[in-house]
């Protein structure tokens, strides 16, 4: 299918033509095996045995288009990011969500993935909430409270996991809208919608429940499993959110994980302010304390809020008697990677490496040979543009998706007078 | 120094990452091939059978649960060496650790080590059990493993040294060595190992720090950390210096790994042997020590003590002890929305 609409967007008006023409009976499931051929690509080694599509080459070159695209827009200019983040997550368990073209149904697939976004999205944000709602028999209900722990978010999703009704987008946001109303001013207020449905059933003009959530500055962004809806479209442009249509479930994987880091924070959005938070310390071994959250007796490992001294057992939280937010330095130092990020990495072809002067070609990072494999040709890597290190292109992808440290940077010193000299 | 028989048990060593080689500035400059003398009478030579380890290497019978990569990392950062007040020197501190990767090699064919220095301006690989390049055959008194990590530290010093002298005017008070960028290195090693198929041996990476922390790593280090923490990988810390790291035990305590400042450094190897060459899989079975008390309270950045309480700014995170009008990280104003704070600013800039 991607190829097809690449030849569609490259080729002159003829060919666009006869291809039109041969294709009008076909599907677009029937184009992938006339126009793709992906048997071809299986190949063999000695012994017989189908070897493994080598499919590292496409994966590099998406990962590049997708980290120049996201310098792109960072780069333009100083956007900050939201990492104070209050999200609501709007499941649509109506009856289409229980079609089956997504295995086992599209209902298990939401939960799989939103499970697993849950859990990158507090490692991303550890100190953003997330509520869960869902839409059933054109009612929308609240699932969870906005939350802070991942565990009692997920285990609400896995009970409730049955379809039926029709689904209302109106009833939705005006539920998200009510929940999100009362969130201190410095979190950025964002809605995520799942919606499978290809119709809402609303009691109300759904127009003026959309302006109604652009005054209140809420971000709304929807993936649909079934296909493009105008009314979707029309709420993520009013509100500045993104709407993408999954094609199936790796790219329904891929674009719900594309909302765990935190977005461009416009900086009319939310108001910057000091929030009073206590970083509390480990209680002592052996001490025994009835803790605030359980309301029972227990035995050492817990933290003792600095303001009322009473026990929590697990960070970040709010202290339930004085309504402090405790937290503890590494999940500050989480979101440190988006304030200070790396920058990406410049390709280098293999005729630039081979003009280079570098002694052995290694990968700086791993000490991976950079020569092709079988050859003495020098292979395709990346460099860093401050400390002119070379990087696989493995390594790349690790360092700027994971890591967020280039070890070329860190492993050399520079002095306040360097610093200045090459800032000037 | 140590007695024969305490080779036989059954330590299976990783990469270590070795960072530390005693520097010439530690000795008169004529003494410095004295060093792989001066080893050679202190420390037992452990075998004469190791080429013939090398060469059963290569048959790899399975990789059952306890095979290990160990990647360590080997403070040599001079100007900790040169003033640290302990009973160790850098000259017995190496061969401590000499006598532990030559253990770690030899309790499983399939263990692998790499030895990363962390020096005070620049970090390098310096040994990787697994390179064709780097087996070596052993000639004369020292066994090949020994004679080879000596002289490659001793280049990497030299090289350090040669980068230190470009720089001028560094005040040797609390100057901490580079182990950020050494974490990010042995992490990126550790990435390819993944790479490489579904057989692989578990690894991890011991710190063997004696320079204090350097607060202007701290946001790198913390990288390093959470990213060893997503892929699995324990960061175990033997801190041989003068106080407690914080970096280390906060990165011990997150990756699940095992920080031990030893009291007596006379005994380091023991200290290493008993601790850090067990697997992983096998750590379940012994009572290593455990953390007292790891410190997570924040420092300001105002002044830098730690808080109990502080303010913290919503779009950059920085903490301050006082409530304050304006960040001053990232300039925008509290209280006011971003574009009423911007349009103020222009206008008191057109009336001055």
Redesign the interface.
């Known amino acids: 299918m991607n190829n097809s609409e690449k030849k569609r967007m490259n080729g002159e008006a003829e060919e666009e033509n006869e291809e039109d023409v041969e294709d009008e009976g076909r599907d677009a499931w029937e184009r992938t095996y006339t126009d793709e051929r992906s048997w071809e690509a299986l190949e063999e080694d000695e012994s017989g045995l189908l070897q493994p599509i080598d499919n590292k080459a496409i994966y590099h070159s998406q990962y590049r288009r997708r980290l120049q695209s996201l310098s792109a827009a960072s780069a333009a200019s100083r956007i ?1 990011k939201g ?2 983040r209050f999200l609501c997550v709007v499941v649509d368990l109506s009856k289409a969500a229980g079609e089956m073209d997504f295995k086992p149904s599209r209902m298990a697939v939401i939960a799989k993935h939103v499970e697993a976004f849950i859990r990158e999205f507090f ?1 991303q944000n550890p ?1 953003s909430q997330i509520g869960l709602v869902i839409i059933k028999d054109g009612v929308a209900q609240s699932l969870t409270e906005l939350g802070g722990s991942p565990e009692a978010h997920i285990k609400a999703l896995m009970v409730k996991l049955g379809c039926s009704g029709d689904s209302s987008l109106q009833n939705a946001l005006e539920l998200v809208h009510d929940t999100l109303h009362k969130i201190p001013s ?2 950025h207020r964002e809605v995520l919608i799942l919606y499978s449905a290809l119709s809402t059933c609303d009691p109300g003009d759904i127009m003026e429940t959309i302006q109604k959530c652009k005054k209140a500055k809420l971000r709304c962004s929807v993936i649909g499993l079934s296909a493009e809806m105008f009314v979707c479209k029309h709420l993520c442009q009013e509100t500045g959110g993104s709407y993408m249509v999954a094609l199936d479930e790796g790219h329904f994987k891929e674009l719900l994980l594309e909302h765990a880091p935190p977005p461009p ?1 416009l ?2 959005f ?13 209680a ?1 071994e052996g001490s025994i304390a009835i803790c605030s959250c359980h309301r029972e007796a227990k035995v050492g490992e817990g933290y003792i809020c ?2 009322c001294k009473a026990r929590v057992c697990e960070l970040p939280t709010e202290c339930r008697f004085c309504g ?1 937010t405790l937290v ?3 999940h ?6 988006h ?2 990020p790396i920058e990406p990495f410049t390709e280098v072809s293999a005729r630039q490496l081979e003009l280079s002067r570098v002694a052995s070609k290694t ?6 040979s950079l020569l092709t494999p079988g050859t003495n040709k020098a292979g395709p890597c990346a460099a860093c543009t401050k400390c002119k290190q070379y990087f696989c292109l ?2 790349d992808i ?2 700027h998706e ?6 070329g940077c ?4 520079i ?1 306040p ?2 610093a200045s000299v090459t800032m000037s | 120094m140590l007695k024969e028989g305490a080779i036989e048990s059954r330590l299976v060593a990783g990469p270590l990452v070795v960072t530390t080689w005693p520097r010439s500035f530690l000795l008169p400059p004529h003494s410095r091939g004295k060093l792989l003398r001066d080893f050679n009478q202190s420390t037992v030579v452990v075998g004469h059978g190791y080429a013939s380890f090398q060469a059963n290497r290569r048959s790899l019978i399975s990789f059952s649960d306890d095979v290990s990569l160990l990647v360590v990392l080997i403070d040599t950062n001079p100007f900790f060496w040169s003033t640290s007040s302990s009973s160790l020197n850098f000259h017995q501190f190496v061969s401590h650790v000499l006598v532990f990767l030559d253990l770690i090699v030899r309790l499983s064919q399939l263990n692998q080590i790499v030895v990363i220095a962390t020096g005070h301006n620049t970090c390098d690989y310096i040994y990787d059990s697994s390179l064709d390049t780097d087996q070596v055959t052993g000639e004369g008194e020292l066994p090949a493993l020994y004679s080879f990590v000596l002289q490659r530290l001793e280049e990497f010093v030299d090289k350090d040294e040669k980068l230190g002298a470009k720089q001028e005017g560094l005040s040797e008070k609390r100057a901490s060595s580079l182990l950020s960028g050494s974490l990010s290195m042995a992490l990126c090693y550790i990435q390819r190992v993944f790479r490489s198929g579904p057989l692989h041996p578990q690894p991890r990476i011991l710190c063997l720090q004696g320079s204090p922390d350097g607060s202007e790593q701290y946001v790198s280090i913390m990288n390093a950390i959470f990213s060893a923490q997503r892929s699995m990988v324990p960061i175990d810390c033997c801190y041989v210096g003068s106080h407690n790291s914080a970096f280390l035990q906060q990165a011990s305590y997150i990756t699940g790994g095992v920080y031990v400042k030893p009291q007596h450094l006379e005994g380091l190897y023991q200290y290493l042997a008993t601790v850090f060459a067990v697997d992983l899989h096998s750590r379940s079975f012994l009572q290593l020590p455990r953390p007292a008390g790891v410190d997570f309270r924040a420092s300001c950045f105002c002044h830098k003590t730690t808080i109990d309480m502080g303010y913290v700014c919503s779009v950059c995170l920085s903490i301050f002890c006082k409530h304050h009008d304006k960040c001053s990280t990232c300039g925008s104003v509290f209280g006011k929305a971003q574009l009423d704070a911007a349009s103020d600013r222009k206008r008191k800039a057109s009336e001055s």
């Open positions: 900050q990492l104070i490692d100190l410095y979190g924070a900086a009319e939310a108001i910057a302010n000091l929030i009073k938070m206590g970083f509390p310390q480990r002592a600095p303001r402090l503890s330095s590494p500050l130092a989480r979101s440190y990677h304030l200070f990968c700086f990072g791993c000490r991976e493995d390594c690790y360092i994971s890591l967020h440290n280039c070890p860190e492993s050399r010193r002095t007078a360097a």
